[in-house]
């Protein structure tokens, strides 16, 4: 019987431990010239141009750009007008500090730490109330939005993502601008966790999270860049009738990188015949495990299905990775059955698929390490932490490949929390009159008139004095006087 496949089978032998039941071999163990790269890899020229060496920031403002700022601004505002703080505003370099504070949180692992702790004058950290007081963190915090109310019943009727996809978009839009991949990409699920009120929050049972939004998602394999993404929301309208959800899906994403001679694994989820067909003629090979339930599968692997199209020019190779278990993987980048000298005598597409397949793994591993995630019961907000995430891991990846130094994850984000703080410091700085340190001070806290105490743990008292971090009126009774400042007993608890 012949096949129109090259498979490999894994028979019993323990000498030879492979079985070749039918194979072309070819002088050339890849398949054309559309598997070699026709880009130069790495940070676009748009990013050498505007990431300065002693500034990390100028990394980071690339994915988190002056409109996405100007875009939260606007869309937060609207929203302390609706609850009625006609006065409220915020500047670009206070969202700034607060998204430095964010950062902060995740670098110092304090992501399940309640507020009152990470400003406390004993044992906090001194980054946050020397950034900014604890009441006004949480105001942002109240307030922060990521779209228009009074134009979002209109968008939800055609964007399901509507109250967070124009600043995803944007900072999608970045990552495809300022960087370019290698040849291996690796397209995978990414399952950013919480328990928020969604329609489609997903139960994913093999996570490390169970619950959580699912993103599609497209990872340079050799740096973990993510390149492409966007959310799962269900049916997907866009899809046509003669294209599967997953062919639809994987098309979507290597959209930008078709037409170059690039590579992209999947797993079983995506991998078929048409979307090898579909891909192969857009000039880019695959890599990936695939279903023996497939139609296209030859008679010989699954008895009870007929092969009804012809898989040509393609590697088909079945491993038997435990007993009874066989692992079907098709290859459109190999055309070779070589098999390795180590100890396992795995195929060379074996290997290809080992080392390729966990990129969107280890970034999520890479995020969850200092992640900006905290407990909300808003999904927009988490999408926000996502975001912030992934920016900082793209915003490290350039700066180190523009600079080419070796800094650590941590060390740069410390730099960069730093960094964003100072920006709106020097802001705050440049508004206050140029008295001396002392008297600005007493300035600060000392009211024109008496005013009651507002810290609650008093019968009503009159004071002038106003609390250091939280600047609330405070009367002696509610006072922890340290030298000449003065702190309400609740800030100090």
Same mark, same amino acid.
């Not at 894994?10 to 039918?22: A, L």
């Not at 942002?140 to 967070?164: C, E, G, N």
């Given at each position: 019987?012949?096949?129109?496949?090259?498979?490999?089978?894994?028979?019993?032998?323990?000498?030879?431990?492979?079985?070749?039941?039918?194979?072309?071999?070819?002088?050339?163990?890849?398949?054309?010239?559309?598997?070699?790269?026709?880009?130069?890899?790495?940070?676009?020229?748009?990013?050498?141009? %505007?990431?300065?060496?002693?500034?990390? *920031?100028?990394? &980071? +403002?690339? /994915? @988190? #750009?002056?409109?996405? !700022?100007?875009?939260?601004?606007?869309?937060?505002?609207?929203?302390?007008?609706?609850?009625?703080?006609?006065?409220?505003?915020?500047?670009?370099?206070?969202?700034?500090?607060?998204?430095?504070?964010?950062?902060?949180?995740?670098?110092?692992?304090?992501?399940?730490?309640?507020?009152?702790?990470?400003?406390?004058?004993?044992?906090?950290?001194?980054?946050?109330?020397?950034?900014?007081?604890?009441?006004?963190?949480?105001?942002?915090?109240?307030?922060?939005?990521?779209?228009?109310?009074?134009?979002?019943?209109?968008?939800?009727? %055609?964007?399901?993502?509507?109250?967070? *996809?124009?600043? &995803? +978009?944007? /900072? @999608? #839009?970045?990552?495809? !601008?300022?960087?370019?991949?290698?040849?291996?990409?690796?397209?995978?699920?990414?399952?950013?966790?919480?328990?928020?009120?969604?329609?489609?929050?997903?139960?994913?049972?093999?996570?490390?999270?169970?619950?959580?939004?699912?993103?599609?998602?497209?990872?340079?394999?050799?740096?973990?860049?993510?390149?492409?993404?966007?959310?799962?929301?269900?049916?997907?309208?866009?899809?046509?009738?003669?294209?599967?959800?997953?062919?639809?899906?994987?098309?979507?994403?290597?959209?930008?990188?078709?037409?170059?001679?690039?590579?992209?694994?999947?797993?079983?989820?995506?991998?078929?015949?048409?979307?090898?067909?579909?891909?192969?003629?857009?000039?880019?090979?695959?890599?990936?495990?695939?279903?023996?339930?497939?139609?296209?599968?030859?008679?010989?692997?699954?008895?009870?299905?007929?092969?009804?199209?012809?898989?040509?020019?393609?590697?088909?190779?079945?491993?038997?990775?435990?007993?009874?278990?066989?692992?079907?993987?098709?290859?459109?980048?190999?055309?070779?059955?070589?098999?390795?000298?180590?100890?396992?005598?795995?195929?060379?597409?074996?290997?290809?698929?080992?080392?390729?397949?966990?990129?969107?793994?280890?970034?999520?591993?890479?995020?969850?390490?200092?992640?900006?995630?905290?407990?909300?019961?808003?999904?927009?907000?988490?999408?926000?932490?996502?975001?912030?995430?992934?920016?900082?891991?793209?915003?490290?990846?350039?700066?180190?490949?523009?600079?080419?130094?070796?800094?650590?994850?941590?060390?740069?984000?410390?730099?960069?929390?730093?960094?964003?703080?100072?920006?709106?410091?020097?802001?705050?700085?440049?508004?206050?009159?140029?008295?001396?340190?002392?008297?600005?001070?007493?300035?600060?806290?000392?009211?024109?008139?008496?005013?009651?105490?507002?810290?609650?743990?008093?019968?009503?008292?009159?004071?002038?004095?106003?609390?250091?971090?939280?600047?609330?009126?405070?009367?002696?009774?509610?006072?922890?006087?340290?030298?000449?400042?003065?702190?309400?007993?609740?800030?100090?608890?």
């Amino acid at each position: 019987m012949e096949h129109p496949v090259d498979m490999v089978y894994v028979g019993k032998d323990n000498e030879t431990k492979w079985t070749i039941i039918e194979s072309e071999r070819g002088a050339s163990g890849r398949f054309g010239s559309h598997t070699v790269l026709r880009e130069q890899p790495g940070p676009t020229p748009h990013a050498t141009r %505007s990431v300065s060496e002693d500034k990390v *920031s100028s990394a &980071w +403002q690339l /994915f @988190i #750009d002056d409109s996405i !700022l100007r875009h939260m601004k606007r869309c937060t505002e609207a929203e302390s007008a609706t609850a009625g703080e006609q006065n409220w505003s915020l500047a670009i370099e206070e969202l700034d500090a607060f998204t430095a504070l964010v950062y902060a949180r995740g670098v110092y692992g304090c992501r399940s730490v309640d507020y009152d702790v990470l400003w406390n004058v004993n044992w906090g950290p001194h980054f946050f109330p020397d950034t900014m007081s604890r009441n006004r963190f949480r105001e942002i915090m109240r307030y922060l939005r990521f779209d228009l109310k009074r134009t979002r019943s209109q968008r939800l009727q %055609s964007d399901k993502f509507a109250l967070a *996809s124009e600043v &995803w +978009q944007r /900072f @999608i #839009d970045n990552c495809f !601008l300022c960087y370019g991949p290698g040849e291996n990409l690796t397209a995978d699920e990414q399952l950013f966790p919480f328990k928020a009120r969604f329609r489609f929050t997903q139960y994913m049972a093999n996570k490390p999270d169970k619950f959580g939004k699912k993103f599609w998602m497209v990872v340079d394999n050799d740096t973990k860049y993510p390149c492409n993404a966007f959310p799962y929301l269900g049916k997907d309208e866009l899809c046509s009738a003669k294209e599967s959800l997953p062919e639809s899906i994987v098309m979507r994403l290597m959209s930008p990188y078709l037409n170059k001679g690039r590579n992209v694994t999947t797993d079983n989820i995506f991998t078929s015949a048409s979307l090898a067909r579909t891909l192969k003629a857009k000039d880019t090979s695959i890599v990936g495990t695939i279903s023996c339930t497939r139609r296209e599968i030859p008679a010989v692997l699954a008895m009870e299905r007929a092969p009804l199209d012809s898989l040509s020019r393609k590697s088909l190779s079945i491993y038997q990775g435990k007993v009874n278990k066989n692992v079907l993987l098709l290859s459109m980048l190999h055309s070779t059955t070589d098999i390795g000298t180590n100890r396992k005598k795995l195929l060379e597409t074996v290997q290809f698929y080992s080392k390729t397949k966990c990129a969107v793994n280890i970034l999520n591993q890479m995020a969850r390490r200092y992640s900006t995630r905290a407990a909300a019961r808003w999904w927009p907000g988490h999408v926000f932490y996502n975001i912030l995430d992934l920016a900082a891991i793209n915003a490290w990846i350039i700066y180190r490949g523009v600079t080419g130094e070796k800094t650590s994850r941590h060390a740069f984000l410390c730099q960069l929390a730093e960094e964003l703080w100072e920006v709106y410091k020097e802001k705050c700085e440049s508004m206050v009159p140029k008295h001396n340190e002392e008297e600005h001070s007493q300035d600060k806290r000392k009211a024109r008139k008496r005013h009651q105490c507002q810290v609650g743990m008093c019968k009503c008292n009159k004071t002038t004095e106003k609390c250091e971090i939280c600047f609330k009126y405070v009367c002696g009774k509610c006072t922890k006087i340290d030298g000449k400042k003065f702190y309400c007993k609740k800030c100090t608890l």
